[in-house]
């Protein structure tokens, strides 16, 4: 296949373009990963034009009555502080959206060379790091965050850290498991007989081979590290006031439920849900589009289409209406 590839670098292209193609086919057939990608889109547009084009300053007050319902000049209504939630929802999409992004790097670039070192190496070396991941694992994520969260000290960076150090274990489990199956394939054991290195064995041929599920996990971990960023915040140990973001925002208004101002919580809420149902749903559809059986079967559909929608030749037609 390699020697056919060389010979023809061409078709390799054409071979390469038909998978890429038949992944966003797969995508965008996908209804639930459209509407993921939807709220995604959403909530970045609105993050973007808190920073240019925002209804009012995030953080001024009095630019409102106090506890306003929503309204055509306040559509969110105001805080307690006669702020407008509007302006500090769009301005928590950013904040939130950049915390997700921080904390999944963090768990990306510490878990995926843990996984593949540990899954490569093996022995008492790979034991022994995992092991260790399995004992973050024991700790429910939460209480873990909140206890990193804790000895980092209170405020946003801490937060973004404690939820990045808490999804490392994961990306190293699926890490682990993918070498651990690919050191065993043929392409591996040629290339360690042929003598190259276990760097460029790992960067070449296991971690090219093994990115989808962490694509996957990377989608599915934006929406855990959204959901918890919020929870300590909401509890005083993330984002501290008068920052705009979606769990401050909620501890604001929870005491205030009870006397009818429903949208001081009801808004972040809402964004807190549509966006980790984004990620969630896009996630879920890389998952199936990613999948090597269900492009085997798009591809054969396409071509089964593409076979089925060509014209007949007319000589050919002609030639066969003469002969019967």
């Not at 086919?25 to 639930?32: C, M, Q, V």
């Not at 034009?49 to 306040?74: F, K, R």
């Not at 980092?152 to 960076?157: D, K």
């Amino acid at each position: 296949m390699a020697d056919q590839q060389r010979a023809n670098p061409h078709q390799a292209r054409v071979v390469q373009a038909d998978r890429s193609t038949s992944i966003v086919t797969l995508l965008f057939r996908n209804p639930s990963a459209m509407v993921g990608f939807g709220f995604i889109a959403l909530w970045t547009l609105g993050g973007l034009i808190s920073l240019a084009a925002s209804p009012y300053s995030p953080t001024s007050t009095g630019v409102g009555g106090l506890l306003e319902a929503p309204s055509l000049e306040h559509l969110f209504g105001t805080d307690n502080f006669g702020r407008d939630i509007l302006s500090r929802v769009l301005a928590g999409a950013r904040v939130s959206l950049w915390t997700g992004l921080v904390a999944v790097s963090v768990s990306l670039l510490v878990g995926v060379p843990i996984g593949a070192v540990a899954g490569y190496v093996g022995g008492s070396l790979g034991n022994a790091l995992m092991r260790i991941m399995d004992m973050l694992l024991a700790f429910p994520s939460l209480l873990l965050a909140m206890a990193l969260a804790v000895a980092l000290g209170p405020g946003l960076s801490s937060a973004m850290i404690a939820v990045g150090i808490v999804g490392i274990p994961e990306f190293a489990r699926i890490m682990y498991g993918q070498t651990v199956s690919l050191r065993e394939r043929e392409f591996v054991e040629a290339s360690t007989a042929i003598g190259l290195s276990n760097r460029a064995i790992l960067f070449r041929h296991i971690l090219p081979n093994a990115v989808a599920p962490i694509i996957v996990r990377c989608a599915l971990g934006m929406g855990y590290a959204i959901l918890t960023a919020a929870a300590l915040s909401f509890i005083g140990l993330g984002a501290q006031p008068p920052t705009a973001e979606w769990g401050v925002m909620i501890s604001d208004g929870r005491g205030y439920i009870i006397t009818g101002e429903w949208w001081m919580t009801f808004f972040p809420g809402a964004a807190i849900a549509t966006s980790i149902l984004g990620f969630n749903l896009l996630g879920d559809g890389l998952r199936d589009a990613l999948d090597p059986r269900l492009r085997t079967v798009a591809h054969r559909q396409h071509s089964l289409d593409s076979t089925t929608a060509r014209p007949t030749n007319p000589t050919t037609a002609t030639h066969t209406k003469g002969t019967s």
